[in-house]
């Protein structure tokens, strides 16, 4: 007999189905326009719209339990993520850019 009963195929139909829909909708009809394009000032003149700097580091943010209830799970997440971080930026970074870490405490209070 087979592991794949009919019982599953219409619900998984449905579920590729609405994620389907899901993906080809959206938008709510406005068209913007991003990037390097120029605008045109109300005297005639071409001027570029601003650009944001920064110093090339890409940061990223974790939200771990070091303490509270939880705090025994956050020592081998926080070395999962500084070690993903570690072998990123000795393969080059992001785009040429290293990364940076900033973790924060997601745990609770109590004890």
């Known amino acids: 007999m087979s592991d794949r009963s009919p019982q ?3 619900p998984a139909a ?3 189905l609405s ?3 899901a993906a080809c909708g959206g ?3 406005t068209e913007t326009t991003e990037g390097g394009t ?3 000032a109300a005297d005639g003149a071409t001027t570029a719209p601003p650009q944001n700097e920064g110093d090339g580091t ?3 943010g974790t939200l771990l339990p070091e303490t509270g209830s939880l705090a025994f799970l956050g020592p081998p997440e926080f070395a999962g993520v500084d070690l993903a971080v570690q072998e990123i930026n000795e393969a080059g ?3 040429g850019e ?3 870490v900033i973790h924060g405490d997601s745990g609770d209070t109590s004890t």
Do not use: Q, Y
């Open 8 to 10: 599953w195929r219409v």
């Open 14 to 16: 449905l579920a590729a």
């Open 19 to 21: 994620l389907l829909v």
């Open 27 to 29: 938008g709510n009809g």
């Open 38 to 40: 120029d605008t045109t």
């Open 58 to 60: 890409l940061k990223i």
């Open 93 to 95: 970074g992001v785009l």
């Open 98 to 100: 290293p990364i940076e």
